[in-house]
């Protein structure tokens, strides 16, 4: 079982480090600048009056594609252990090799259900592309920037983070208590498990989406905060100083509005 162990790793290590390639083109690209506008500007605590929240001139198909290939970037490596756990009950109940299209639809069930998220990403980006071309105080995106990582913040130590984290983090649970056989039950796994991970991740992604979507240091550093919560002996601990951090940067930016 340990080279299952190492190829599935590895070929999921491979898809999270290509697709960081890939996005790292695409956002150093004058081409794709042009077409998607720009993507990754401000910083947590810094001015929100003339950012965007990113991606806004992109068609929708190239919206949800890319955002597709964000969550390969920064889910597939905290999601291996999942995957993994998969793999060896398929060969344990089926008592023969791992079946490699099984452990594939699986891992896509789990994308189907981040990119509805991409959907819904997608109608957000929109409308507020849409309503930073309306005339408005300066301080108003700013305020709504802090209060998106005060909520951020909160939803960290909430009963469904919680929750949704203690499936994430443990892989013998979640199979126990929703197998499904056949090809149609690994989709549907997936996605279940998908979306435990959005329910975990969401507060997160809004940071981002906050930010800019394609702001490639601060999908690094959410995608390192991610596996520590969910690898990690220190997981829970993590969540609520993440929660902190994200109420208190979000206090600190409405607090300089106000002041400034």
């Known amino acids: 079982m340990w080279r299952v162990t190492v190829v599935l790793v590895a070929v999921l290590l491979a898809l999270s480090g290509a697709a960081w390639l890939i996005l790292a083109r695409q956002s150093s690209s004058m081409a794709m600048a042009q077409d998607m506008g720009k993507m990754a500007q401000g910083s947590l605590l810094a001015p929100l009056a003339n950012v965007k929240p ?17 969550m390969v970037a920064m889910m597939f490596p905290s999601v291996a252990p999942m995957v993994l756990g998969y793999a060896v009950i398929v060969r344990q109940k089926e008592g023969r090799p791992v079946r490699w299209l099984k452990v594939g639809v699986f891992a896509g069930g789990y994308l189907l259900a981040w990119a509805a998220v991409g959907v819904g ?22 305020a709504a920037g802090g209060a998106v990582l005060i909520a951020a913040g909160l939803y960290q130590f909430t009963a469904w983070k919680r929750t949704c984290l203690s499936h994430c983090r443990s892989s013998l649970a979640f199979f126990m208590h929703n197998w499904r056989p056949g090809v149609t039950g690994a989709v549907r796994m997936g996605m279940h498990h998908g979306t435990y991970c959005v329910g975990c991740c969401w507060g997160l992604m809004a940071v981002l989406f906050m930010i800019g979507l394609m702001n490639l240091a601060w999908m690094a550093l959410l995608s390192v905060v991610i596996a520590v919560e969910k690898l990690t002996p220190q997981g829970m601990l993590a969540t609520r100083f993440v929660g902190s951090a994200l109420v208190v940067s979000g206090f600190v930016m409405i607090v300089r509005r106000v002041l400034g």
């Open 121 to 142: 990403a997608l109608i957000l980006n929109l409308a507020a592309t849409l309503y930073l071309e309306l005339p408005r105080p300066p301080w108003v995106l700013q």
């Open 54 to 70: 990113g991606m806004a001139e992109a068609g929708p198909l190239l919206f949800v594609s890319v955002w597709v290939l964000m």
